[in-house]
Each structure stands twice: as C-alpha cells, then as structure tokens.
C-alpha cells in the first residue's frame, strides 16, 4: 500500500468500526453522499434523537509503565467551533495491538500475530469546545488542536474490562 494511502485506510477503518458498534446497540447509521465534514449521521428508530458524528481515529502506543494505551487525535477549530442545529458527536476512535488472534486466518491474509483492537471515547462538541476553550489539547498555527487521550484498564472482572479515558 502507498504510504499515502495508509491514513485514508486507516481512518475509514475507524469510521466503519464505530458505525458496526452504533449498529450493535439498535442505533440507524446514514452516510451522506458527499462528505462536508461529517463522517455519518444516527438516529433512534422513532427520529427523536439525530446526530451529526465527526470520526477521529488514531493508533494505540503501549505505556510500559502500565497497562494502559495512549493515542493521538487532531481536531479542525473551525469544526469544533461550528454550531449547528444537528448537534456534533466526536468519536475518538484507538486501535491498539496487544492480543493474539483468536481465529486462524488463511496465509494469504497480509495479517499480524496480533488481533487489532478498537477503544473509544465519545464527546458532543459544545462539551469538547469548552474543555479546549479551558486550555485542553495543543492549537497549532494552521487552525488544528492535537490531543492526548489515554486508555487505561482499571478492573477486571469476569473477564471483561472496564476501562478509564483520561483526556490531556
């Protein structure tokens, strides 16, 4: 694959993962024809509830000091600053490799030894805004904000998880 192309895989791979888990939970998924700046839209069944989602995917780093990952996300100021009647949903969608594959998988399959796995944290914009706006993430001079989200296990028990985001 062109390196070029690795972050488009990479980031239509988060969008697809977050809208199968919306999906799993009874939720409508509706992609637009041209993309304007929002990845897909949800809605309930009774169209109560709609909401613009804006995807942001990134990989996972393993923290040696603990079990724990960290990742980092770009935002665009000017979408975060947008308000629209659709209120917007960030997703920030983590992928990290840690586990061995459950399944065997034909060679012809270019996969790892290892088994991806997806983490993430939701936040409506107007709640992101006001932590950027209190000095959260890092502004850079072509108008983007690089943030520091860590995922970190903290019980364990029936063997699932339950995990902490901490946002810096």
């Known amino acids: ?59 996972l780093k393993r923290l040696i000091t603990r079990d724990a990952w960290i990742g980092q996300f770009r935002l665009s100021r000017e979408q975060l600053e947008q308000e629209k009647a659709v209120e917007l949903l960030y997703v920030f969608a983590g992928r990290r490799v840690d586990t061995a594959l459950p399944v065997l998988v ?37 108008g983007r904000i690089d943030l520091s989200l860590t995922f970190e296990k903290l019980v364990v028990r029936s063997g699932e998880m339950s995990w902490a985001r901490r946002v810096g």
Request: charged residues 25%; hydrophobic residues 40%.
């Open 106 to 142: 034909p060679p012809a399959f270019p996969l790892t030894e290892s088994c991806p796995r997806w983490e993430y944290f939701l936040m409506p914009r107007h709640e992101l805004l006001c932590y950027v706006n209190a000095g959260l993430g890092r502004r850079r001079d072509n």
């Open 1 to 59: 694959m062109k390196a070029g192309y690795r972050a488009m895989f990479g980031g239509r791979a988060g969008e697809l993962s977050v809208m199968s888990e919306f999906l799993e939970v009874g939720w409508q998924v509706a992609q637009p024809l041209i993309d304007f700046g929002d990845d897909f839209y949800l809605l309930d069944d009774e169209g109560q509830s709609i909401w613009r989602v804006q995807v942001k995917r990134s990989s």
